[in-house]
C-alpha cells in the first residue's frame, strides 16, 4: 500500500498543470503576504516592527520593560505637545482657555517636549508621529499583558472574576451547580500548572502576522479542491475506476492509498504555506526565541497550554493539515458519489460559505457561540482554542473548546473516510456522466463578433474574474489608507473653509488679523531676544517666555498658503478654494499611485497575456482566417477588449480614493477654475476643476489601456500564454517593482511617470 500511495500522490503531483497551480496558490500567498503588509497613512511598515526587534533583542526583560516605557513617554509627551498646539491654533478664545487647561493638568510636559517635537527627534521607528503613536502604543499594549502574566495568573486562582470575555464567566449566578461557577473551578485547574518564568516579551507581529493569515487558510481550502478532483473527478470523467477495481490490488488498497496521498497532500501543503509565511515574516521581521513560553505572546497569553512558541507552530499546522484531510474526504465522498463535476464543488463552497457566514455573524459571547467556533472556518483558526481560552456551555457543564474541536475533527475525518471507502466500494457511479446543460448566461456569443470575442476573454478565459480581483484589491489599497490632518493642516482647513469662494470684505479683514497676530508674536520673540542679549533676562527665562509665542507662529508656514492665495485673488481675481484634498488626490501628497499601478499591471497581465495565445493553443486561427472577418478583424476587436476594459479597471481605484480623501480633506468648489488650485495654475488653467478631474482619470485610464495593448501585443507575438506572461510582467511589472525597492532610475523604464502625473502636471 505504501507503494500504491507513492504512485497516487506522483500521479498528481508529477502533473505540470497541478503544479503550476500550487506555485501561483504559493506566489498569491507570497504576494498578499507582502500587499496586505504595506506601510499606510498612520500604519507602520514591517521595517519598523523589525527595527524594534533589534534593538531589545539582547535586552533582559526588564531592560525591555524600561525601553519601551521611555517610548510610550515620549510619544504621549510629544502628543500632548501636538494637542496643546492644536488648541492655541483656533481662531477664538475657546481654544486658549483650553490649552491653558491642559497646561495646568500637566505642568512641565510642554516645556520638556517642545524642542524634540519641533526637531523630529521623536521619530525612532517611524518618518511620522501618526505611525509612531499607533506603533509604541501597539508595542506597550503587548508589554504591559505579558509583563502583568504572572498578576493574571494570580487574579485567575485568587479572584477568578478577570476572564469575562473570553468564555471564564458565563453569568452573575454563584450557585456551586451553575455553568458560572463550575467554569470559573475548571479555568483555575487549567492554569494552575502555568507560572511566568518561561515569558520572554517579544512584539507579536511577525508570529501572528503568519500563523493568523486568512488567505493562506482560503489557499490550503483551494489547493484540497484541485488534489481531490485529480485524485477522483479526473479518474471518472476518463472512467479509469472501472479498471483500477479490477486490479490486483483490488478495491480497498486503491481507496486506501487515496486517503492515504490526500492525507500527505494536506500536511505537506499546509506545511510549505505556513513555512512560506513564517520565513517571510522572520526575514521582514524577525521574532524571539522561539523556545519561550507561548504566553510570551501577547495575543496569545490567554492560552493555557504549557507549551513553547515552536511547538505551538508545529500543532497549529499538524491540526491544519488534519482539518484539511477531513474536509478534503468530504469531498472524495461526494466525487464518488455524484455522477456530475458540479455537485461536489458546489456542495464544498457551499459548506465553506455557511461556515464563513456563521463565524462571522455569531458573537463570540454569544450562547451559541459553538456554531461560530466549530465549523470549517472556526476550526482553521488554531488561535481560538490553543492561543486563547474558551470554555462552551454544554447543557449546564464548562466543555473545553479545545476539546471539543478535536472531537470534531476526529468525527468529520472519520466520516468523510468511512463515506469515501463506502461509496467506492459500492461503486454504483464510477463515471461522469455527461449532460447537456445550456449555460446561462447575458452574452450571445454568436450575436457579433465584438460579443463573440468579449464571451471567449471574459468568461472562457477568465479575465473578469481576474480582474474583479486585482480591482477590488487595488480599491482595498486606496480604501485602506487612513488619513490624519495634523495640527497645522485642521488650522489651514479651518480658515480655508471659511474663505471658501470669493473675495468679500469679511473675509480679507480675517486674513489680515491673522496677519497681525503673526506679525505681533514675531515681534514679541524679537524683544524678548534683545532682552536676553543685554542680559535683562536669563536665557532660561527667555525661553519660558517665548514658549508661548513660539505656539503662535508653530502655524505661520500653514497660514504662508493662506496668504498666498489672497496675493494671487488680489492680483489676478478668482476664488479661495481648500486645496489640500486635492494634492493628495492627484498624487502629488501622499504615498501616490505606485502601488495601485504595480496592483493594477499584474491584473493586466494575467488578464489578457493568454487573450491572443488561446487561439494558438486550441489551433482555431487557420478556422478564424477563413471567416468573413478574418483573422485581422478578430485582432482588432480582442485588442478593443483589452483596452477598453484596463480603462474600466482604472477609474475604480481613482474613485475609492476620492471617497476617502473627502472624508477627511473636503474636495470642494469643483466648479471653480483649476488656476484656484495652487499647483494647477500652470497647467490648464482654462478648465474647471471637475474638468481637470475627469482629464486626469482618463489620462489614468489611457495609460492602463495602453499597457494592455502591450500585453496584448505580446501575446499575439508569443502564440502562447506563458511566454507572453513572462514578457509582460518583465517589462509592466519588475520595473514598478524595481521603483519600489528603491531604484528610482527604473521609473523611466515603467509608465509610472505617466500614470502618476497624467501628463498634467
Not at 551 to 557: E, R
Request: aromatic share 14%.
Amino acid at each position: 500500500m505504501i507503494r500504491l500511495t507513492g504512485f497516487e500522490l506522483g500521479k498528481i503531483w508529477g502533473k505540470k498543470r497541478f503544479l503550476l497551480s500550487c506555485l501561483i496558490l504559493l506566489a498569491l500567498d507570497f504576494f498578499l503576504l507582502w500587499y496586505t503588509n504595506l506601510p499606510g497613512e498612520s500604519r507602520a511598515g514591517l521595517s519598523a516592527y523589525k527595527a524594534f526587534q533589534r534593538e531589545i533583542s539582547d535586552m533582559t526583560e526588564t531592560e525591555k520593560g524600561i525601553f519601551i516605557t521611555e517610548m510610550k513617554e515620549t510619544i504621549d509627551g510629544i502628543g500632548f505637545v501636538q494637542e496643546v498646539l492644536m488648541l492655541r491654533g483656533m481662531s477664538d478664545e475657546m481654544g486658549d482657555t483650553l490649552a491653558a487647561q491642559a497646561l495646568e493638568g500637566a505642568p512641565g510636559v510642554f516645556e520638556a517636549y517642545y524642542e524634540m517635537y519641533q526637531s523630529g527627534a521623536y521619530l525612532k521607528l517611524t518618518d511620522s508621529l501618526q505611525k509612531e503613536q499607533r506603533l509604541v502604543e501597539e508595542l506597550y499594549k503587548e508589554w504591559e499583558k505579558c509583563a502583568g502574566y504572572g498578576v493574571y495568573l494570580q487574579s485567575v486562582q485568587e479572584a477568578r472574576n478577570m476572564l469575562g470575555g473570553i468564555g471564564i464567566f458565563g453569568g452573575q449566578n454563584t450557585d456551586s451547580d451553575s455553568f458560572s461557577a463550575q467554569n470559573v473551578e475548571k479555568s483555575a485547574e487549567d492554569y494552575a500548572a502555568l507560572t511566568d518564568e518561561g515569558i520572554r516579551w517579544m512584539p507579536g507581529k511577525a508570529l501572528t502576522g503568519a500563523m493568523e493569515n486568512a488567505w493562506t487558510d482560503i489557499f490550503l481550502l483551494l489547493s484540497v479542491f484541485l488534489f481531490v478532483g485529480s485524485l477522483v473527478t479526473e479518474e471518472k470523467q476518463k472512467k479509469l475506476f472501472y479498471i483500477t477495481r479490477s486490479t490486483r490490488y483490488g478495491i480497498g488498497k486503491s481507496i486506501g492509498a487515496k486517503l492515504a496521498a490526500l492525507f500527505i497532500h494536506c500536511c505537506a501543503v499546509a506545511v510549505v504555506l505556513y513555512g512560506t509565511n513564517l520565513l517571510f515574516f522572520r526575514a521582514a521581521v524577525g521574532f524571539g526565541e522561539p523556545g519561550a513560553a507561548l504566553q510570551s505572546v501577547a495575543s496569545w497569553r490567554e492560552s493555557c497550554l504549557p507549551v513553547s512558541i515552536g511547538e505551538y507552530i508545529v500543532l497549529s499546522i499538524f491540526t491544519k493539515g488534519i482539518v484539511l484531510f477531513g474536509f478534503g474526504a468530504f469531498l472524495t465522498a461526494l466525487c464518488i458519489a455524484s455522477d456530475t463535476v458540479y455537485l461536489p464543488y458546489g456542495a464544498g463552497l457551499f459548506c465553506c460559505g455557511i461556515s464563513y457566514t456563521l463565524y462571522q455573524v455569531i458573537p463570540a459571547a454569544s450562547k451559541w457561540n459553538m456554531a461560530k467556533y466549530l465549523n470549517l472556518m472556526g476550526i482553521l483558526k488554531t488561535e481560538h482554542y490553543y492561543g486563547a481560552y474558551l470554555n462552551f456551555n454544554l447543557f449546564g457543564y464548562p466543555v473545553s473548546c479545545m476539546f471539543m474541536t478535536w472531537i470534531v475533527i476526529v468525527l468529520a475525518a472519520a466520516a468523510g473516510s468511512i463515506g469515501s471507502v463506502y461509496f467506492y466500494v459500492k461503486g454504483k457511479k464510477l463515471a461522469i456522466r455527461d449532460r447537456g446543460w445550456q449555460a446561462i448566461s447575458f452574452f450571445r456569443p454568436h450575436s457579433s463578433l465584438l460579443a463573440h470575442e468579449c464571451y471567449k476573454i471574459m468568461i472562457v478565459n477568465k479575465a473578469a474574474l481576474v480582474l474583479l480581483i486585482f480591482g477590488f484589491l487595488a480599491g482595498y489599497q486606496e480604501w485602506g489608507i487612513s488619513y490624519y490632518p495634523s495640527a497645522q493642516e485642521i488650522y489651514y482647513q479651518d480658515i480655508m473653509l471659511q474663505l471658501e469662494g470669493e473675495l468679500t470684505e469679511a473675509k480679507e479683514a480675517l486674513i489680515l488679523s491673522e496677519q497681525a497676530r503673526y506679525q505681533e508674536a514675531f515681534d514679541r520673540i524679537g524683544q524678548i531676544d534683545r532682552m536676553v542679549s543685554e542680559g535683562s533676562i536669563s536665557e532660561r527665562t527667555g525661553d519660558e517666555w517665548k514658549s508661548e509665542f513660539y505656539a503662535v507662529t508653530a502655524f505661520y508656514p500653514s497660514f504662508t498658503r493662506v496668504w498666498e492665495q489672497y496675493r494671487h485673488i488680489c492680483e489676478n481675481g478668482g476664488n479661495f478654494i481648500y486645496d489640500t484634498g486635492y494634492l493628495y488626490l492627484f498624487g502629488m501628497k501622499g504615498e501616490g499611485f505606485l502601488i495601485v499601478l504595480l496592483v493594477l499591471g499584474c491584473g493586466v497581465v494575467l488578464a489578457f497575456g493568454n487573450a491572443a495565445a488561446m487561439e494558438d493553443m486550441a489551433g482555431t486561427w487557420n478556422l478564424l482566417g477563413s471567416t468573413g472577418k478574418g483573422r485581422r478583424k478578430v485582432l482588432l476587436h480582442k485588442g478593443i477588449i483589452c483596452a477598453f476594459s484596463a480603462a474600466l479597471l482604472s477609474m475604480f481605484p481613482f474613485a475609492c480614493r476620492a471617497a476617502r480623501i473627502n472624508h477627511v480633506f473636503p474636495l470642494r468648489g469643483v466648479f471653480f477654475r483649476a488656476a484656484d488650485i495652487p499647483c494647477c495654475r500652470e497647467h490648464i488653467p482654462a478648465l474647471p476643476v471637475w474638468g481637470l478631474i475627469l482629464l486626469f482619470v482618463l489620462i489614468q485610464s489611457l495609460v492602463l489601456a495602453v499597457m494592455a495593448m502591450v500585453v496584448f501585443g505580446l501575446s499575439v507575438w508569443r502564440r502562447e500564454a506563458l511566454g507572453a506572461y513572462f514578457l509582460s510582467a518583465l517589462l509592466l511589472v519588475v520595473p514598478l517593482v524595481m521603483v519600489l525597492l528603491g531604484f528610482s532610475a527604473a521609473e523611466k523604464l515603467s509608465f509610472y511617470p505617466l500614470y502618476s502625473r497624467a501628463l498634467i502636471f
